[in-house]
């Protein structure tokens, strides 16, 4: 057993560094633009998983924090002229007050009536923006500054751009995969797998269902203001009902509860998006087509279908000791290993 745990340990990093090099080369090879918009929408959709597939709580609202943060962001940048990394920590700041003052009151409900309140926020949210003056309406805010970063690395340049959105992209997904693994992630899969079990046992489930929905619109935030940046405009499209099904899908079709899975789904939805520009309205029909044929035919999504044979745990070449020594004794012997005899 911990032959085959340092082993799985071993894949994963050998898998990680890979994934990590492909990264860094991808600028040399396709459009930077194209590449920061998927790493903002993956690190979207990994914040959205955080939710839903380890808390298990399904947010139809979650546009509101990504564009949110996406505004803030714009109007600090070019009207109060705030350096860049400021301007983005305005955003997230924005984003994790409006997670606190929309979650406290949505976690006190479940299932579809959870989901229809973050919706209603979310469309409260998306009035907001149209009609405020400081958003421009259905202008949006335009010619947003990229600025300069610490005040000397100047972000102006694609590659150093996509640098820098690599860079908070990977920041946020370590975020991701840290509170995964910490006691605090294995408190919320509890109450995602029973919680009234997790009550029981002590644990204020709402406290951590709050924080969890925080953490998880201000990592959405995160990545709707470096998309601010990438475009140089803020609009309403990013605060609007079908960015918040766009991060469903995306994370439906990568796989939900899977680390990776959002990233592949948001990456593959991109790219749809992008070469499939000029099919216009097919596109949509396009993307439900996929979503219908991911859904019949990978259950657990892209990612958790194939992760287990890329990590080499699709198949056992024999039974553990202990099984095996189980399924071969009498009862009377089941009965001594079980510590019964």
């Known amino acids: 057993m911990p032959e085959r745990s ?27 633009v194209f590449l920061m918009k998927a790493l903002c929408m993956a690190l979207f959709a990994c ?14 609202g979650h546009a509101a ?5 996406s505004y803030v962001t714009a109007h600090a940048v070019k009207v109060w002229g705030l350096p860049t990394e400021l301007g983005i ?34 469309q409260m949210v998306f009035f907001f923006c149209l009609q405020a003056k400081f958003t421009g309406g259905e202008d949006g805010i335009q010619a947003v500054p990229r600025g300069q970063l610490l005040g000397i690395i100047d972000l102006n340049q694609p590659l150093t751009m996509y640098y820098f959105v690599l860079a908070v992209f990977l920041f946020g997904f370590a975020v991701i995969v840290r509170t995964i693994n910490s006691p605090f992630g294995q408190v919320l899969k509890a109450i995602r797998e029973n919680e009234p079990r997790a009550v029981s046992l002590g644990y204020r489930s709402e406290h951590y269902k709050l924080l969890a929905f925080i953490l998880s619109a201000a990592l959405a935030g ?22 918040s099904g766009e991060v469903v899908l995306m994370t439906l ?24 520009a000029q099919a216009g309205s ?15 035919t990978f259950r657990e999504g892209i990612v958790g279908v194939i992760a287990p044979y890329a990590m080499g745990w699709h198949a056992r070449s024999e039974p553990l000791p202990d099984e095996a020594e189980l399924e071969e004794a009498p009862p009377a012997k089941i009965r001594k290993v079980a510590g019964e005899g």
Do not use: H
Not at 49 to 57: A, P
Not at 101 to 121: C, D, E, K
Not at 226 to 235: E, G, I, Y
Not at 282 to 296: A, H, K, N, P, R
């Open 222 to 243: 995160l990545a709707g203001s470096t998309k601010a940046l990438v475009f140089q405009f803020a609009s309403l499209t990013d605060v609007n009902w079908p960015m």
């Open 282 to 296: 097919w596109v949509t029909i396009i993307e439900g087509l996929i979503f219908v044929i991911c859904v019949l």
């Open 47 to 60: 914040a959205f998983n955080l939710l839903l597939g380890y808390v298990g709580l399904l947010s139809f």
């Open 6 to 32: 340092k082993a799985g340990s071993a894949t994963a990093w050998l898998w990680t560094a890979g994934l990590i090099a492909l990264a860094v080369a991808a600028p040399f090879f396709f459009y930077p």
């Open 253 to 276: 079709i990568g796989g939900i509860g899977t680390i990776l899975g959002p990233v592949v789904g948001a990456f593959l939805l991109t790219t749809m998006e992008n070469y499939l």
């Open 65 to 69: 924090f990504f564009g949110s943060a």
């Open 89 to 122: 920590l305005a955003g997230v700041a924005a984003a994790a007050a409006l997670g606190a003052a929309i979650g406290y009151l949505a976690i006190r409900r479940q299932g579809i009536y959870f989901a229809m309140v973050t919706l209603a926020f979310a």
